[in-house]
Structures are given as C-alpha cells and as structure tokens.
C-alpha cells in the first residue's frame, strides 16, 4: 500500500497568500486600491501596512521600524510542508528599498499630503483622521502648558508647606513638587504607580488652588473613563478629603468628590460618535482633573481637549506604565516617555529654579536634566507608594514586573515563603489540576455575594461583596481563557446549589454581567457590571449601580450586548480595583502572544489587599521581558513644534 505522500505546498502571489492567511483583509486591499488608483504599487503595500498597523491601535506606520524584506513579519516556519500555499516572496519591496525610498514615493503620491486622505510626519504613515488628532492634542497641551498662570508665589510657597511640612529628610517630597507644578502650569501630568499618592496629591492641589482663588473658586470637574474607574475616583477623594485634616472644611467645600464619565461630561448626541461640548460649544469648566488617563484613546482625548474653553487647566492622572488604551493611541505614555524610577525628570534650569524655590526654599534638591519635549516642565512622577509598605508584597511584585527584575521577584517569593508577604499567594503548579483548585476557590469567594441575595440583602450591599474579588483572565479562549473558566465556575456554583440554571434561559437570579457595547439611549457602557435581581414584583432585573452611586435597574431583554463575569480579562479591569484579585495566565502550550509586561503589571495592580496569580513561571518570566509600544508621533510633534 502507499503512503499518502505530503502534497507540496502551491507557490503563490505574495497579496494572495496574505489574504488567504488574513494577514490582510479584503476591505484593506480594496481602500488601498482606490487610494492607488487600482496600482499595486510600493504605496499600495505602505497602505496596508499602515492598515495592519492600525488594527493593531498604533497610530500611524512607523516606517524607521520597517523590515523592507519582510515586512508583513512572515516566518519561515509557517510555511512547513502541510501548508498548502507558500508566497511567491517575502516583501514586495525591491532589493536595497529603504525608508529614505519610501518617504520619496509618498511625498509624491497623489493620496499623500495636507487634505488628503494620507498623511506624512516624520518619517510615520497617517490615515489623516489620526495625524489631525495628534496634531491637534499636540498644540492645544503646548498652549495650555504656555499659558499664563497667574499665581501669588509667596502665598502657594506657604500654602505648600502648610500641606507638605518639611520631614527633615534629604529625599524629594514628590507629591510637593507636583503640586507646585500643577500650580503653574495651565497643562500637568501627575503619574505614578498604584498607592504613590495620585488621589491624595491632587486632593491637597486643589485645596491650595482653591485658596489661592478663594475670591472666585474654580469650577473644577473630574472625569474617568469608565463609570467603574469614575466611581473609584469619587470614593477616593472622599476618602483623602475625610484623612486630610488639614484642610480647612470652607475649602473642602469648594472641592469637588464627584466624578463622572468622560462621555457624560461632554454629553453624547444619541445615535451618533459626536459630543454636544466641542469647539463651538465648550464646556463651562476652569480646571479639568482626567483620571486613568492611560485609558484614554488619542481620539477621545482630542475630542475632549478641544471642548476645553481657552482658559481652562488641565491635568492628567494616571499610571503610565499600564496598558495603553483600548482604542489607539498610548497618549499617557507617550507624555511620560523617558521617565525612570530613582531620577529626576527631565525638567529645564529655570523650571529647577522655580520648583526649587516654591518647595524648598531655593535649596538645590531638584537638580535639571532638559531636554527637548516640550512639555517635559509640566511631568510629574510620584515614585514611593505608600499603600504597599515594606511588608507588603504587592507592590513589590508589581515593580518587579514593571522593572523586568527576575532577582526581585525571587525575592518576592522567597518573602512570600518565609510568611513575611502575607498579601501574595503564588500558585506555579500547572501540572496538578490547577484549574479545579481555581474554580473552587472562586465558587467559595462568590458565594458570598449570592448568600446576600439570597437573604434579599440591598442591591448595593450585594454589588459591593461581588466587586471585593475578581478572577482576571489574560486571555478569553482556550481552557485558561475567561469563556472556559467563567462556564466552570458557573457550573460549580450550580452544583453547589448557590444558583439555579435552566436550559431555556440565558439569564438567572445571581448572574453577574459586563456589558460589551455602549447602549447611549440606555445610558449602559461597555464595561459597566449589572447582577440579575429579582425586584418587587418577582421580575428578574439586571441592577447596575451607576458612578453616582444611583441604582438602575433593566430588563434583561432589553440590554445590549453583554457577558457573564465571573472572570473578566485584564484588558476589561482597567480603572477597576478589587480587595481580593486573582490573575491566571495559560501555560506556555497554550496562546500567549497577547501576554506581555503592560497587561501582567496591570492585573497585579488591580489588587488593593491579596493578590493570587496563577500561572507557569516560564510564561510570567516572558512576560515580564516582553514590553510593548504603540507607534506614535506625539511625543515627536511636541519635541518639533
Ligand atoms: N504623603 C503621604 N503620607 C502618608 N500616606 C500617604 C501619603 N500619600 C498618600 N498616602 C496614603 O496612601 C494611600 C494611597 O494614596 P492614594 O489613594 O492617594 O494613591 P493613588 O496613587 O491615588 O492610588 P491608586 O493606586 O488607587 O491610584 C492612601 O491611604 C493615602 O492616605
């Protein structure tokens, strides 16, 4: 009898093979086309590059990061026997092409230019939606960092010390000399890692400004991305302003405790991507305070700098070094590039001087480091956390990840061993039903939060237990992903007899849910979590609690798209914080692409008192050296402007 022999593999067109492997799609070649004019030429492939890139959220084609002879980044060992096309090549490029080559092409091209449909800047490919974003952005924050402030020196330097009194140490007091910036300036960035104080700095910032303009307070607004991270926002300056004791209470009146959405503030138009606040229509606002601003997209953040009338100030908070918005762009962090722990950032002589003397008397402690971007006077970077103290292991984690510092997390574990981090459980065995344990042990922590409706416990009661543990997920398929797990626990909890399935119905008293699409008629956001409750009537309701803290309740049938959420992935727990956080990560058989430092840093960082991870340490050690960036020309424009 013969062998079946392996059939060789067809040789065909490079475009053909991309397609068939959807390295491209359809629509691409087809937008590239008519921007070409049918030719398949050098600017034709640009295009899809630049397509490619911007499904990937980069804002533009950064074309010094080319590989000219392979550029679709295709390998070798894709192509093995059984596969049953190869490409005819690699590029479509010719031999020795260069970006020198490129940027010829494009400047000569008919699609390329101001108001055309492509966009050149720096050797980047724009679609010119994008560049005009970053355009913009980028000269309204060098305005507003230009503009005058007017401001007693005398009375903020005396202000100053009255919220940060001197410690008689050598070290900076961080959190002073944001404060003193965002002062001055019309445009900050206040960035730091969890626990360092963000909420507590501007909390103190706004006490000093409202004193200085206790003649005419301003009207200050805080925003959020999501309403989870808006509501966090809200408790935590409740929070700082209840601790803050310095305060005086005539002043803590003029600080605002409630935030909302960044879509509430600039007033979606139903059935549309537009906002009511705009250029032509600002919003009545003198001091904007946008926290989790690494969430924020290049687009929304145009959008919302623009509906800021001439006046106002603006600052930023956030942790640069989570993962980068949903949607493209990676404003935060490209504000904050260059900034390192342990160093000054790269402020000018002047901007030394000046801090210097508002917080230290003039003595030299800030010593200058300039360099070209032009905001770099307006960056402050909190670096000491005070909610993770020397005994707690999660923010060390979390550094040791952030720093690709192997040696430091031996040591987290070695501290975990000894008993002395009581706060980080590691669980590294992937051989021995890992998956069972896990499921279990979220069984028992949601069972608490359906004991309570059980005993008809107050939707507010019942949503505050459900949020104080979540599993996180890194990636949704796969037996480690978040649909697998999010169907085990579900089971568990049924045999358990915690909730009662029935096979004709989706929805069931108990279920925890995240909506997946922005529903503007319904005022339910992607992200938003609702619990399904039976109400007065016995009718079963999904309840969400909104970031005011108001209760709404719908119908199930009549919400839009949405998940259960016993486990939820770490790109969806953004902005979100939970007492109790558990992370799994799929062993290294299994797909770990998307795995990388942003997202791992991000999960541990959504942990306020214990932190579990589960996961091959292979995988987390990879991880760990894998960091990624969105190609951008922000920073650029503000070096060049
Ligand atoms: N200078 C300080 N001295 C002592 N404790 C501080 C100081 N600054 C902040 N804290 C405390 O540290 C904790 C974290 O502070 P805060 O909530 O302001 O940080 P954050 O950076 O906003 O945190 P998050 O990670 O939630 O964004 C709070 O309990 C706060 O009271």
Known sequence: MNTPQPTSPVIVPLLDYLLSENRVRMVDIKLAELLCEQQHDDVFYLILLLSNAQ???HSCLTLNELDWQNPFNLRQTEFSPLTLSVPDCLSPFCDGFSTEQAVTCLQSHASVGADKPLLLFDNRLYFSRLAGYEHTLAQRLLQMSQQTVKIDNQALTQLLAHYFPDQQTDSIDWQKVAC??????????????????????????????????????????????TGKAAARLSESILGAKDKLTS???????????????????????????????????????????????????????????????????????GDKDQLASVDTG??????????????????????????????????????????????ADCIAFLQHSYRFDAKSGIGQLAQAVNTNNSGKLNYVEQEVNNGVFKDVIFDYDLVSQPLDKLVQSAANKYAEYLQLIAQDAPSAAVHKVFASYQLLAAVREGDYGVNNLNHRIEKQLAQQGLIALNADQRHYVGMPIMVAQNDYQLKLFNGDI????????????????????????????????????????IHKSQGSE???????????????????????????TRAKNTFELVADKKVLLAAMSKSVSRASGLYERLVQL
Do not use: W
């Open 247 to 317: 305060i005086p209470e005539h002043i803590k009146t003029l600080i605002p405790q409630s935030a909302q959405t960044i879509h509430r503030l600039l007033g979606v138009k139903p059935f549309t991507n537009k906002f009511r606040h705009s250029t032509a229509n600002p919003l009545h606002v003198d001091l904007l305070i946008i926290d989790e601003a690494s969430m924020v997209d290049l687009s929304l953040m145009a959008k919302l700098i623009e509906a800021l009338p001439a006046h106002a100030r603006l600052i930023l908070l």
């Open 180 to 225: 003193a910036m965002a002062a001055t300036k019309g445009f900050s960035v206040i960035t730091g890692g969890p626990g360092t104080g963000k909420t507590t700095t501007v909390t103190k910032l706004l006490a000093i400004l409202q004193s200085l303009y206790q003649h005419a307070p301003l009207s200050i607004k805080l925003v959020a991305p």
């Open 55 to 57: 499904q990937s959220q």
């Open 330 to 375: 990676s404003v935060m962090s490209d504000l904050c590039q260059g900034l390192a722990l342990g160093q000054t950032p790269h402020y000018s002589v002047e901007r030394c001087a000046e801090l210097n003397q508002l917080c230290f008397n003039g003595e030299a402690k800030l010593q200058s480091n300039p360099s070209d971007f032009k905001l």
């Open 578 to 604: 939970f007492n109790y956080t558990a992370m799994v990560l799929p062993p290294a058989n299994q797909a770990t692409a998307g795995i990388n430092r942003q997202l791992v840093y991000t999960g541990i």
């Open 530 to 569: 609702g619990i399904l409750m039976l109400d007065e009537s016995a009718q079963l309701k999904a309840v969400f609690i909104d970031e005011q803290g108001n209760e709404r309740a719908f119908s199930p049938a009549r919400l839009p798209a949405h998940d259960k959420v016993y486990v939820m992935t």
